[in-house]
């Protein structure tokens, strides 16, 4: 069965200090991947999307995520948090054969920032 | 920049009751889905649509749950018997053809809070 796990259940960081939130996922065949972000409040709005090629993405708001495919893994990384991206984060994969393909989300990792 | 709207943004029931989201999917997209996330959990996938049937559902989604595209912009979920296990947000989604820019790439609506008393 397809799954995804988020290692981090809530992260804490100072401003400025630089993130890695981790992502592994289950899947036999060939994926999607990404990062959806909920900030307080708010509806998810994707971060990054990987679908093919350059295995490092580079999304919004500073965000990027490396894909390693061995280690069926695809963590986000930020160099410099700011207090605005206090939000919920999930990772999520979907298999590639079909257009109409579900999206199977991780149980997400709240990242709290300290001004 | 088009979004995917939905209504109400809370909806509260009592249990027994039957009730239906509502959603509005970006205007040239041809795959619609609902996700649900009970509060404190991960957002679940309940149902994906295309081409006017279901092309695959949850074990979440059973004989109480129906979608229905009713006149070419709506897409429904509807909840026959809600009970209070069904409390929670409601996500509606949609997404372009594959092998298009956006290759399945889902937007997601705000949600619906559902509360079922």
């Known amino acids: 069965a397809q799954s995804v796990s988020q290692h981090n259940h809530h992260v804490i960081l100072s401003e400025a200090a630089s993130l890695e939130l981790g992502c592994n996922y289950s899947?036999?065949?060939?994926?999607?991947l990404f990062w959806y972000v909920q900030y307080p409040g708010q509806h998810l709005q994707l971060l990054l999307k990987?679908?093919?090629?350059?295995?490092l993405v580079k999304g919004i708001k500073g965000f990027e995520a490396e894909f390693i495919k061995s280690k069926f893994s695809f963590n986000l990384r930020k160099p410099s948090v700011q207090w605005s991206d206090t939000a919920e984060y999930f990772c999520?994969?979907?298999?590639?054969?079909?257009?109409?393909?579900?999206?199977?989300f991780g149980s997400g990792t709240r990242l709290s920032i300290r001004p | 920049e088009p979004e995917v709207t939905q209504t109400p943004s809370h909806q509260v029931t009592q249990m027994g009751q039957e009730v239906i989201l509502r959603c509005v999917p970006i205007?040239?997209?041809?795959?619609f889905y609902w996700y649900r996330q009970i509060l404190g959990q991960k957002v679940e996938f309940l149902v994906s649509?295309?081409?006017?049937?279901?092309?695959?559902k949850s074990e979440i989604f059973d004989d109480q749950f129906s979608v229905e595209r009713p006149d070419g912009s709506n897409f429904t979920l509807k909840i026959r018997s809600t009970k209070l296990e069904d409390s929670a947000m409601y996500f509606c989604?949609?997404?372009?053809?594959?092998?298009?820019?956006?290759?399945?790439?889902?937007?997601f609506g705000p949600g619906t809070r559902l509360t079922v008393t």
């Open positions: 989604a949609s997404s372009t053809r594959y092998g298009q820019a956006q290759r399945g790439e889902q937007y």
């Open positions: 899947y036999g065949g060939t994926v999607n």
């Open positions: 990987y679908f093919s090629g350059d295995p």
């Open positions: 999520a994969v979907s298999p590639s054969y079909s257009s109409a393909s579900k999206i199977i």
């Open positions: 205007s040239n997209h041809l795959y």
């Open positions: 649509f295309y081409n006017n049937e279901i092309s695959e």
